[in-house]
């Protein structure tokens, strides 16, 4: 993979004389539904990237769990309204700042920005471009972006599945889901998936153990399919339901957690049931009970950049190898022009698709996978 150049390096700022003088960018006015997204155009800002930044056009951006509860007010530190919601995208460099190799110009990357990227164009830090390999269309590589990230680290650096474990993976055919069990599988575990009956037969494709999530004794069954506990449960949905998830685990488990979906749609605080859910994995932790229980946040470590983006490059470059070779499936949910993010906000949390809903330039066909009529 292409190392990306320090952002640090004397050069001067790359021509912008390619660059569109305009930028379409969605914006999320407040608390509203999904058609209460404005969709707006706006001159780029003179003289462009700053210093050690570029401009990204991008070609894939992405509907996460994230935008669903931005969009209720929910998100634990999500900006003051009114905002341009987008936690990662795919783009390709247009144009440096001052300081900046203007070699990176053309370069295909990857960048988390937690918003901002459902937009045509978005200026971000170099230091924190992923290089995308030419080989993959960029709505592929778009879905595994935050929720690649999320789903290594979460089984490799806090889990460390090994062959021959089993874990279980709640939501197995979202986003983040679909992507955590292929991986699972490729580290040689045995993965006991919940979906809704609908997705069963995709999850039995990817080598999974579907469980309806459903089931009013979900939870007795999943015991019944691994009765000496299970080494990990990946568990977005928070609620009194994670007290269950923690006792699926055999002795030397572990429980990551790394969600509140179950009050998503709760009116009131959205910092209450983050911590209550702390305060739940901290007594959990602090009983001799043989078993741990983690909350994931992938900005953990932003406090000491250089090593963050050490390792999210390491990381983020693990899983596009994975995708490059056909290790990893893409999970293309649609591909929805940026202009109809409304529609694409609706069929992310319509709860119906596989994998993730993709945003790409309107009129463009860089992104590849599936475009929803």
Known sequence: MRATPSPTAHAPAAPAASVAPYVTEVVLPGVVEPEGLTVRRRQLPAPGPGPGEVLLAMEATGVSFAEQQMRRGKYFDQPPFPFVPGYDLVGRV??????????LVGGRFAALTKTGGWASHTVVPAADLVPVPESVASADAETLVVNGVTAWQMLHRTAQVRAGDTV?????????????????????????????????????????????????????????LAPDGVRAVFDHVGGEGVVESFRLLAPGGTLVSYGTASTRDVAG?????????????????????????HFYNIWAGRRRPDAFRARLRADLGEVFALLADGGLTPQVAARVPLSRAAEALRLAESGTVTGKVVLVPDGGDAAGGHQRP
């Open 94 to 103: 247009a144009a440096t700042g001052p300081g900046t190799d203007p070699g």
């Open 168 to 224: 279980v993976v709640l939501g197995a055919n979202g986003g983040v889901g679909s992507t955590l069990v292929q991986l699972a599988r490729v580290a040689g575990a045995r993965v006991l998936g919940t979906a809704s009956p609908r997705h069963h037969d995709a999850l039995r494709r990817l080598g999974v153990t579907p469980v309806d999530h459903r089931d009013p004794e979900l939870y007795a069954r999943l015991r019944g």
């Open 269 to 293: 605080s959205s910092k209450a049931p983050v911590l209550k859910l702390f305060a739940r994995l901290a007594l959990w932790n602090a009983l001799p009970n043989s078993r741990s229980a």
